[in-house]
Structures are given as structure tokens and as C-alpha cells.
């Protein structure tokens, strides 16, 4: 089955360490998303890529990081930088393309104390 | 500037009854409009999409929703509601563009009244 994986789903890290989520899919898709999610605040775009080697700043980009050296792949890294690190990350892909919905990942909880 | 607006953070309907999840949105080419669902520590599903076409879409789980440009509102409805419905809602808003952003809104908490 075709879908998007993302490790681990929680994941624990002390405060002034990176930390590197993973994010990956088999759907043959182009364009491929990281969202942070807080209570009551929705989702908020971290970075997306259209292709490899290839990605763009979202709203939030400040103390993350990510890389796109692969198609099926696309790590997210939060640095030490990050004020408030302590989220849910979800990672997405879109069809190819004309488009289509985001398919999403199960996500992945991260708690920095 | 591109936003989307869910006003309702949190609605509670009984077991049965009807429902509407209010969405507004502002953007400035065609809009693709999606809504999704998401269970508690899971990832998103999408319920349905809308791009062009017929203005009221129907989506999975007995969810449909109506596109009205006018009012650049993009509302979720179910006739009747199920207990398994309990979940958080997300509308979503973007253009065709593979390449685009996502724009999501702060979603609303649907509790169900046994």
C-alpha cells in the first residue's frame, strides 16, 4: 500500500539538542510538506519542496531545517534555534501534476524538556 | 492576503441531529478547497475537495459541502451524525499548482450528545 511514513511517533529530546524527523513516501509524489500543529492553532507550514533538491520557506520556518536529496524523502531537523519545539509535526505529499489533496502521515510528537 | 477562517472552535450536536462546520476563506486566484478529519494523535483524512464543477461536493462518511463564491464560504455538512464523527475538522484552502501552499484553517472540535 502507498502512503507516507513518519518516525518515530514520539520522540523525546533535552533542550539545546537537534533533532531530525523522518519523513517518507511511496506515492511517486513531487511536492511534499512539513506542518506543526499546536492546540487550537491548526496547521502551520514549516517547508514544502516541489522536487528534489528543490524546497521553500512556509510561514514558521525559523529553527528548522529540512533537505530533499531524494523523491521518497524529505527530514526535518529542529535545531537548538527553536524557541518552542515542543509540537506535533505532520509531513504531507501532493499529487503530481495538476494537483490534488495532501496525503498525510500519522505524525510524529515531539517533547523537548 | 490568504487565510482561512473556521469561527467555530468547538461544537457539540447530538447523536442524530443535523451539522454544519462554517468556513470562510480569502485568496486571491481559484481556490482548490479541501476539508479533512483528524482523529486524536493521528494524521489527517480527507473527507472531500473542490475545485471547479458542481458546487455542492460530496465527500466520504456522509459528508458533503457547498462552494459559494459569494459569500467565500466553503461549509461542511452531515444530515444526521454518528458517535464516530467526533473528531477535529480542517478546512483547507489552495490553488491547483502542484507546486503551492496549503493553507489550513484552526479547525473545529466536533463532540457528539449521546
Known amino acids: 500500500d502507498g502512503g507516507i511514513t513518519q518516525s518515530p511517533k514520539y520522540l523525546f529530546r533535552k533542550e539545546g539538542q537537534n533533532v531530525t524527523l523522518s519523513c517518507e513516501q511511496n506515492?511517486?509524489?513531487?511536492?511534499m510538506y512539513w506542518y506543526r500543529q499546536d492546540p487550537g492553532q491548526g496547521l502551520r507550514l514549516i517547508y514544502y519542496?516541489?522536487?528534489?533538491?528543490?524546497?521553500q520557506k512556509g510561514d514558521i520556518a525559523e529553527g528548522y531545517s529540512v533537505s530533499r536529496e531524494k523523491k521518497e524523502s524529505f527530514p526535518l531537523t529542529v535545531t537548538s534555534a527553536q524557541k518552542n519545539p515542543t509540537a506535533f509535526y505532520l509531513c504531507?505529499?501532493?499529487?503530481?501534476?495538476?494537483?490534488?489533496?495532501?496525503?498525510f502521515g500519522n505524525g510524529t510528537r515531539l517533547t523537548v524538556t | 492576503a490568504q487565510s482561512v477562517t473556521q469561527p467555530d472552535i468547538h461544537i457539540t450536536v447530538s447523536e442524530g441531529a443535523s451539522l454544519e462546520l462554517r468556513c470562510n476563506y480569502s485568496y486571491g486566484a481559484t481556490p482548490y478547497l479541501f476539508w479533512y478529519v483528524q482523529s486524536p494523535g493521528q494524521g489527517l483524512q480527507l473527507l472531500l475537495k473542490y475545485f471547479s464543477g458542481d458546487t455542492l461536493v460530496q465527500g466520504i462518511k456522509g459528508f458533503e459541502a457547498e462552494f459559494k463564491r459569494s459569500q467565500s464560504s466553503f461549509n461542511l455538512r452531515k444530515p444526521s451524525v454518528h458517535w464516530s464523527d467526533a473528531a477535529e475538522y480542517f478546512c483547507a484552502v489552495g490553488a491547483a499548482s502542484s507546486a503551492s501552499k496549503i493553507i489550513f484553517g484552526s479547525g473545529t472540535r466536533l463532540s457528539i450528545r449521546p
Open positions: 506515492l511517486n509524489h513531487d511536492a
Open positions: 504531507a505529499s501532493r499529487d503530481p501534476g495538476t494537483g490534488g489533496p495532501l496525503h
Open positions: 519542496s516541489q522536487i528534489v533538491n528543490d524546497f
